[in-house]
């Protein structure tokens, strides 16, 4: 009895009103336990939960001096807080407490007395075996850092970042590419109110960069993290852009004398960039970077004029990339959403019909600082094309060939591109091929029902079958169900509404995280309603479309609520976490290291000097896994032990 | 090697042509196809579109047939006897219970139905499946520039689960076709149907389809056609005559088995294309492109 | 224990079961909420995961006099715990081998996976083992005895 302190047990069952006592005979219980080993008193009440019921208790222990408890009641995830809080209040260890499900388990779903009784006296016999081997737990304690890292400078990472900012803690807050603002900088126009993207994303931006919280990183990724809630290590690459950020002073005649030109990666390849370039004008920080795939210099050793007109001596060609280590306490994951490459449509004509385009590339257009300088002209030969189908749920909806989720934006920024088009080409006529309208948000049906009625833009309700050209046009066929007839428009330009796919840099961040993606692809939450934005691994955050797809309030205001987890987190100085793991017993093991490849949490290592394994107490959840793989007997899982397990069984076949 | 091979109706009588040019491609490529023993009718797409398993007998015996020989894999050349078999296979293979019920059909003759071991492979796949290298060292002909249209139809893409090759934009003739020396062209409606049995009492019907596929296919260049469905080549032959004398505009274009196309490039005796079965006569092109 | 001639029909298995928490238990919970009748013949013990539960935990339960034993976790995929029920699965392969090297009938040992939210099942499975376990009898324990005797205890 290694683990046993206990030789003053009491058992306290409840009637639960007559949900227990009217299937189990109480009295008959009560005698059948009476003098079972280490039983010194066995009482009941008709409501143990209740207040009278827990003063009972309460009175009890102390008037019989107990040492521990078993209360046979309803399941333990009703009540064991409650209880266990009840005998640190009478002054016992709170994990000297069992719970006997005899309700759920017993009483409600046996009608025979006689059989529930029985039933139920197993039951206790078992919990009173485990509960004279419980040990006294004291809950584990950790240290927070509180430093919160954010990967991900799209709308989500800037909301968040600026939240936590603002509450008072630091923020690393972490960007691939050389500036923040992700895709909402790329949109022209938002619905449903129609405001500027940039006019509404920029001053934010330039608050990120000013912030004195804000640790900003761009053309950086993060590369490992190790560590858990509280105390995470994580390594973030610099990559190489070859402009000494320090010395830069972001005039831009790098960028002007540059001779060598390539695809706009922001603009949808619809226009060309230097090869030193800032993404966008209004990019934060206001570095350019260099390609380094297309750099005369650095590939061939040929020009070199960009170094040779910088005034402060900013371009460093040499440049290699560098490795930071930080410690944060949370990290909030806002790595955001790609759209299904085009490419990949074939029967939809992408990648083989020049002006069968994307909605961000629409978007593109659209927008006053694009590649058209807002005026509508299509890819192919720049005319304005006086006929365009929008194609909705282009892979979306779609589970026989590609994904079964709705992508959820794209009936809103349908209607906006149909809008839009209708106002800046008169004359013309847009076609919306869509499988329902979902217009659930604010302003979001209004919205619609405009497009719709004021705008003329034709909605025609069935999928696209198939699409074509012919003669210089482009033939879109499909079916209209609501007149029951196959319809073709020809147009001469086609916007497809591709499906939202989780940036790829999911999957890379969920395997450092070993956190779980869903079989989308998507950061899956802790619980989809009561835990949104928190994901399975304790202190990492979700935020944006790494999630799920959203649009920019719900992303806005997912990112917020991260946010305030981060917040909620960093408020207390340590934090609690179970005491029910698992134990070494360094007499026993022989260092074998079965345990550490079978832990799914990185808890167990191999102490080299004892040669013996070791737990980290923090990382362990107390799944015993270890313990029933250990060849020795070695591990143990505190409260769950071997021997506890065995009395039970014992308990019950008696 | 050798393989078990299911001719079906139409390549004894109409298609004749097919099946003697398709066997003496596969055995130039040292493939023998072995005819069955004793085969009836596949069932048509009778079998597959009532809910009246009575219906499936008919490509049950064919499968059972097959079983019997012991080798594996059995061949169609028609796309309409691959499409009903292989559907019947995998209908039986999902319903343990009707498979049940036509073996208890079956007791009287004494034989055992079983969907396992057997497998419905068209020819097109088989060539697909061969080493691309030697097919090509086979090829006799000059290259020619011959614009061929590849027609696929209905039946040997749909349903998707018996599809041999991308149900959208199948690629497995050109390919073929390529490696034989042959010009490919892209149209949108190479896996439209040709309206099938529609011929029979709406000829309007398939009057309209036809005339869509041809226009496209010669709109993007195509000079001949290539298929593998003894039904569709009838629609598409017999239509296309018939809409050429009622618009002059019309420009009809030869409709061949791909395995004719296949046999000339390897140089084998045209008189195994028996081309007076063509309504529309394809020697004038093929002496005009060098290949006869 | 002995090879007990009792007549199948009024023979009252005694089944062990071990359900992990966040899965099969709370699935048994859901079943009494639900008020779900079921066989009360099996007696629970909750662990955290499936993946607790050691081989030598099954045998000592058949070694004790239990007729059968199921372990309840949660689906594939579904873990808590990442990929515990995966482990139980495999360990599963191996016990019911050596269960019937014991010549214990293999089909006295099961594993389940039923949801937090799958109570009807929680109670058709539970019914359905007990109705197994009935038809199988009580198991004669002479062989076992003789194993146990050679094996010793593992604590």
Known sequence: MKYSHANRLGIFICHCGVNISSTVDIETVKKALTGYPGVSLITDHTYTCSNPGQDMIRNKIREEELDSVVIAACSPSLHENTFRKTLEEAGINPYKLEIANIREQCSWVHSDRKVATEKAISIIKAAVSKALLNEPLTPISVPVTRKALVVGGGIAGIQASLNIANSGYKVILVEKEPSIGGKMAQLSETFPTLDCSQCILTHRMVEVERHPNINLMVSSEVTRISGFVGNFEVTIRKKKTYVNAEKCNGCGICIEKCPRKTDSEFDRALSKRKVIYRPFPQAVPNIPVIDGEHCLYLLKGRCGVCRDVCGPGAIEFEQEERFVKE????????????????????????????????????????????????????????????????????????????????????????????????????????????????????????????????????????????????????????????????????????????????????????????????????????????????????????????????????????????????????ASEELKHEPTIAGVDEDVCSGCGICIGVCPYEARELDREKRVATVNEVLCEGCGACTAACPSGAAVQRNFTDKQISSMIKAILA | MEISYYPGCSLKTSAINFERTALSTLEELGIYALELPRWNCCGVMFSQS????????????????????????????????????????????????????????????????????????????????????????????IKSNLKVASYYGCLLTRPREIALDGVENPQIMEKLLEIAGFQTVNYPFKTDCCASFQVVNRRNVVKKQIRKIVTSAVRNGAEIFALSCPLCEYNLDSVQQELAQEDETFTPIPVLYISQLLSLALGQDPKLNDFSLHRIDPRPLFKEKGLL | MSEVSATKADFEPKIIAFFCKW?????????????????????????????????????????????????????????????????????????????????????????????????????????????????????????????????GNHE
């Open chain 1, 327 to 570: 410690k944060v306490g949370a990290i909030v994951i806002a790595t955001g959403y790609e759209t299904f490459p085009i490419e990949n449509i074939p029967e939809y004509g992408g990648g083989t019909i020049p002006d069968v385009i994307d909605g961000l590339a629409f978007e593109r257009i659209l927008s006053a600082s694009g590649p058209t300088g807002g005026e509508i002209r299509r890819p192919s030969d720049g005319k304005v094309p006086k006929e365009v189908a929008f194609i909705q749920c282009v892979c979306s909806r779609d589970p026989e060939k590609y994904f079964s989720y709705c992508s959820k934006v794209c009936c809103m920024y349908t209607s906006k591109h149909a809008m839009l088009y209708k106002h800046r080409v008169k004359d013309g006529q847009p076609y919306v091929f869509y499988i329902d309208i979902r217009a659930g948000g604010k302003g979001y049906e209004e919205f619609y029902q405009r497009a719709s009625e004021e705008d003329e833009v034709l909605y025609i309700r069935g999928k696209v079958s198939r699409l074509y050209r012919e003669d210089g046009k482009i033939v879109v066929e499909g079916t209209d169900t609501l007149l029951q007839e196959n319809v073709a428009v020809r147009v001469d330009m086609v916007v497809l509404a591709t499906a939202i796919r989780p940036s790829q840099d999911v999957s890379r961040i969920a395997q450092l995280l070993k956190a779980s993606v869903d079989e989308n692809g998507f950061f899956t939450e802790a619980h989809p309603k009561l835990r949104p934005v928190e994901s399975m691994t304790a202190g990492v955050f979700l935020a944006g479309c790494a999630q799920a797809p959203r649009d920019i309030p719900d992303t806005v205001s997912g990112a917020s609520a991260a946010a305030l987890m981060v917040c909620n987190l960093f």
């Open chain 2, 50 to 141: 009532a809910d009246n398993l009575m219906l499936q007998l008919a490509p049950a015996r064919v499968i059972m047939e097959a079983r019997e020989t012991g080798r594996k894999r059995l061949l169609t050349l028609c796309s309409m006897c691959y499409n009903t078999l292989k559907r019947s296979l995998l209908f039986f293979k999902r319903n343990g219970e009707k498979l049940k019920k036509i073996n208890a059909f079956l007791k009287l003759e004494e034989r055992d139905f079983s969907a396992e071991g057997v497998e419905v492979i068209h020819l097109l796949t088989l060539l697909s499946e061969l080493d691309t290298s030697n097919f090509k060292m086979k090829i006799k002909k």
């Open chain 3, 23 to 151: 899965c099969t238990s709370a699935g048994a919970d859901l079943a009494g909420t639900s008020r779900i009748n079921y066989a009360p013949n099996v007696v629970g013990i909750r662990v955290m995961c499936s993946s607790r539960v050691d081989p030598e935990h099954v045998l000592e339960a058949f070694r004790e006099g239990a007729d059968g034993v199921l372990i309840g976790g949660c689906h594939p995929g579904d873990c808590h715990y990442q990929t515990g029920n995966f482990k139980t699965m495999r360990r599963a392969a191996f016990l019911s081998n050596l269960l019937d090297a014991l010549s214990i009938d293999s089909k006295r040992f099961r594993v389940e996976w039923i949801s937090a939210s799958e109570g009807r099942r929680f109670a058709q499975t539970i019914t359905s083992f007990t109705e197994e376990i009935r038809s199988l009898g009580p198991l004669s324990r002479k062989r076992l005895l003789k194993e146990s005797a050679r094996g």
